[in-house]
Structures are given as C-alpha cells and as structure tokens.
C-alpha cells in the first residue's frame, strides 16, 4: 500500500495518441496535455519521436516510442534499429510488442534474445545520456494464454526490463485486473508492471493501480485525473491509499 496524492497519480499516466492520421497539431496538443497534468509520458508511434521531444524540451516528462507497433511482427534487427532511430531523435522511453508468432511458438529463446537485444539498445543510449531510458515490455495479453503470460513474465526477470505492459490497446482487448495482478505476482518486484488498453474511466484507472501496476497507458488520462480531483474535493482530502 503507498498513498498517492492528484499529482502522483497524474505522474503514472502515459498520455497516449498512437492513430495513424494524428498531426502535427495533434502531437503538440498531447504534449501540451500532458504538461498541463504533468503526465509523465506521451505515448506515441516512433515517427513522432523528434517533433514531441522538442515539444517536451525541458520538463520532466518523456517521450515514449512504440516499436514494432502495434503487431510486433518485425525481425529483432528491424525492432532494434527502430529502438536506435527512436532514442536518436529524442525518445526517452520504448515500449516494444513482442513477436507473437514466436511465443505461439514455444521459442522461447528467441523472445529472451529479442528482450536483451531491445533492452541492451536502451542500456547503451542510458550510458551514453544518463537518462533513464525505460524499456517496456508489450504482451498483448488478450492473445496469450496465462501459460504464455507467465513465461514471457518469466524471462523478463532475467532480462530486466524496466516494465512489462499489458496491452497495445489496438487488439480486440485491452488490460484487465486479472493480468495485472497476474503479471505483478509473477515479476515481484524485479520488474514493474504497466496496464494499458481500455483504461477509460477513474474506478478501473484505481483498480489497475491496487493490482499492483506502476504506470497506466491511456487516451482518457485528462478525464481520469480530473474526476479524481473532484472526488478528493468533496470527500476533503488530499490523498489515497492504493
């Protein structure tokens, strides 16, 4: 149990716009967004990487690259590469998928290749920089049997991960409580835990967190937050228990 006051809660939101149309306006509106809240991430496809870390310049908040996005289906050269280009032009997070066919697969060695191959670009750019870089994990849970969860949760407490993630929220479900707290059982505390995918509403954002997750990706950060503002209003506080 931990106690979270509007801005700690505002600081596990990943304020996310990954639609293949978004602009240029749409980009320095999230952005903007996210100052605002004082969000601790926007989530982003890898393109965006450059024009929202300039946008960003000088706070604390991250730009967070979405590699191999939304599938996964790239070969772990490409996935690397992509994770190289993203941290060149201003990304201070990745958030990859993992390659689904080779988990359908049972090659386990190859997802635990692909993770220390992905963490190891993010390992080399947090020397060169003496940021963070933190890199995530993506399961697409929905997809994956809890067999499947578990092993990859597995593999992520050798590689060392910053996090391992739920969900892209592109595919035909998102994150549940069940996941999560799944997830979190079987990483402990070596590794955090990101819910992501139909987080739209105050009560699920709070049921992800007592689940055990430490960051939450979503769109409807804004509403979330606010609406979690009004309740500590009237009730008079100025913080929770979670």
Not at 58 to 77: H, K, M, N, R, V
């Amino acid at each position: 149990m931990a106690r979270y006051t509007i801005d700690d809660l505002a600081r596990l939101v990943d304020h996310t716009n990954i639609h293949a149309d978004a602009t240029e306006q749409d980009m320095a509106k999230l952005c903007d967004e996210a100052k605002a809240y004082h969000f601790k991430m926007v989530a982003v496809n890898q393109v965006q990487s450059k024009f929202c870390s300039e946008q960003l310049a000088g706070t604390d908040i991250d730009t967070g690259a979405a590699i191999a996005f939304p599938l996964g289906q790239t070969s772990i050269a490409a996935k690397v590469f992509e994770t190289m280009d993203a941290l060149a032009n201003g990304a201070n997070e990745i958030d990859y998928v993992v390659n689904l066919t080779q988990v359908k697969a049972g090659n386990w060695d190859y997802i635990a290749d692909e993770m220390a191959q992905i963490v190891a670009a993010c390992q080399e750019a947090r020397e060169a920089t003496g940021l963070e870089i933190p890199c995530k994990v993506i399961l697409e849970t929905c997809m994956l049997t809890d067999e499947e969860k578990v092993k990859i949760c597995e593999i992520a407490t050798r590689v060392k991960p910053t996090f391992v993630k739920t969900s892209t929220g592109c595919a035909n479900g998102g994150a549940t409580v069940e996941d999560v707290k799944l997830m979190k059982q079987t990483v402990g505390d070596a590794v955090k835990v990101k819910a992501s995918g139909g987080i739209r509403d105050a009560d699920t954002f709070l049921d992800m967190v007592r689940a055990g997750a430490e960051r939450i990706g979503c769109s409807a950060g804004i509403p979330i937050i606010d609406e979690l503002r009004r309740r500590f209003e009237k009730q008079g506080i100025d913080s929770i228990e979670l």
